[in-house]
């Protein structure tokens, strides 16, 4: 049974600093993975996809990377904004015959102004 | 196409009674997903469709849910006879696979937020 983990669970950091949200799985046999951000009351939106054939994905100030054999992610966030403030979640195919997606539990992230 | 949109965005009930949530994907999409979420956790898949044939349903799904795609468009997802641990954010998303494994880039709707009383 596929298992996501995401360090830390939450974490605070003054604006303009870089920082990384990591994401671990038990089954490596996956086809992607993505990268979810979550507003509070809100749906998920989806941020970056990587696929297994890829390394690392990139979306203006957002830098995902895959290591599929290790079975970790890591979201790299530059130059932090307030605007950046929400939890961030992690998704990867469920496996096992499955077609769903397991998620972890997200990482709440606060940019202090 | 102005994504993947949920109705209604809020249910208040109170137990016992029966609610529908409807989900409208993004057009093109082959798969439409329910999650449900609580507080602090992340989504638990609940089903998905492809196209018009529900081909999974998780364990979380008792027997008094119930979801249809009738036509491979929007969908349903019925709760019989709900319980106060029913309370939850339910998910729609959809997306286009190309086949078994590969789910697609997965885009959510807003969620529907159940309160049963």
């Known amino acids: 049974k596929q298992e996501v983990t995401q360090i830390p669970a939450a974490l605070s950091v003054p604006e303009g600093e870089n920082l990384v949200l990591n994401c671990s799985f038990t089954?490596?046999?996956?086809?992607?993975l993505q990268w979810f951000r979550q507003d509070p009351g809100k749906g998920l939106t989806s941020l970056l996809l990587i696929q297994s054939s890829q390394r690392e994905q990139t979306s203006g100030r957002l830098n995902a990377s895959l290591d599929k054999s290790s079975g970790r992610s890591t979201l790299y966030i530059a130059a932090s904004q307030p605007g950046d403030s929400a939890t961030y979640l992690c998704?990867?195919?469920?496996?096992?015959?499955?077609?769903?997606?397991?998620f972890g539990k997200g990482t709440h992230l606060i940019i202090q102004p | 196409d102005t994504g993947v949109s949920q109705d209604p965005r809020h249910k208040i009930t109170k137990r016992g009674q029966n609610v529908t949530f409807r989900c409208d994907p993004i057009?093109?999409?082959?798969?439409l997903y329910w999650y449900r979420q609580t507080l602090g956790q992340g989504p638990e898949f609940l089903t998905y469709?492809?196209?018009?044939?529900?081909?999974?349903k998780s364990r979380l799904l008792s027997d008094r849910f119930s979801a249809e795609r009738p036509k491979g468009s929007f969908s349903t997802l019925e709760i019989q006879r709900t319980e106060q641990g029913d309370s939850a954010m339910y998910l729609c998303?959809?997306?286009?696979?190309?086949?078994?494994?590969?789910?697609?880039?997965?885009?959510f709707g807003e969620g529907s937020r159940l309160t049963v009383l």
């Open positions: 998704a990867v195919p469920s496996g096992g015959g499955a077609d769903g997606l397991t």
């Open positions: 998303a959809s997306s286009f696979s190309s086949g078994t494994g590969d789910t697609g880039e997965l885009f």
């Open positions: 057009s093109e999409h082959n798969r």
């Open positions: 089954d490596s046999a996956i086809y992607n």
């Open positions: 469709f492809q196209n018009e044939a529900q081909l999974e």
